[in-house]
Structures are given as structure tokens and as C-alpha cells.
Nanobody, 119 residues
Framework: VQLQASGGGLVQPGGSLRLSCAAS????????LAWYRQAPGKQRELVAA???????NYADPVKGRFTISRDNAKSTVYLQMNSLKPEDTAVYYC??????????????WGKGTQVTVSS
């Protein structure tokens, strides 16, 4: 299983970016899909998560500004980021809880994508 993330970049404060992460490989089912981020000198933290039952949750700093969504047919998760702030600057990682068989379930990480919010 591989997770391929894209969509990062440099944006001015108040701007928007949309991250995408597509899962590929031998996948039976995808459970929770999530985005994490890690700023320089800080621990990796959960940004948003979406379960396969339609439940979503967000970290307090991004509530009302970020929206996580998933396209199950494409095995893809998105993170729409609006009203970006300099403190959103970080490397963003996608995370997936995936079953590859009836008794095989693991957590997978994508390579990070850099988001820089600066004027």
C-alpha cells in the first residue's frame, strides 16, 4: 500500500490550498483517513480525520477553516484549507487505516507535503 500526497506549496496569509492523498495497492477496505502536520521543532499532531462512517473531527486550531473529505471510489482523501495562517506552516502527512485482507489491518503514512504560509 502506498499513499501519495500532493497539493502543498507557498501561500499568503488568508489564502487557500487543497491537499490530496491517494491510496493505492492491495486494499480491501479503508477505515479512517486523516491528515497530520509537523511544524519545525514540534511534535506531529492530528489536523483532521474522516471515518468510513462519515464522521469527521478536527483539531481546535483548524475548526471552521479546514475541511476534510474523502472519495471512497478513488481511495482519496482531501484537505481543503482556507483562511490560512502563518502558524499553519508545517509538513502535512496523510494517514490511513487500511485492511489489506480479512485479518490484516495496518496504519500507513504518506510522504509529507510542505505547506508554507508567508507573505
Amino acid at each position: 500500500v502506498q499513499l501519495q500526497a500532493s497539493g502543498g506549496g507557498l501561500v499568503q496569509p488568508g489564502g487557500s490550498l487543497r491537499l490530496s492523498c491517494a491510496a493505492s495497492g492491495r486494499i480491501l477496505s479503508i477505515h479512517t483517513l486523516a491528515w497530520y502536520r509537523q511544524a519545525p521543532g514540534k511534535q506531529r499532531e492530528l489536523v483532521a480525520a474522516a471515518t468510513n462512517h462519515g464522521t469527521t473531527n478536527y483539531a481546535d486550531p483548524v475548526k471552521g477553516r479546514f475541511t476534510i473529505s474523502r472519495d471512497n471510489a478513488k481511495s482519496t482523501v482531501y484537505l481543503q484549507m482556507n483562511s490560512l495562517k502563518p502558524e499553519d506552516t508545517a509538513v502535512y502527512y496523510c494517514n490511513a487505516d487500511i485492511s489489506t485482507g480479512w485479518e490484516s489491518r495496518s496504519e500507513y503514512w504518506g510522504k509529507g507535503t510542505q505547506v508554507t504560509v508567508s507573505s
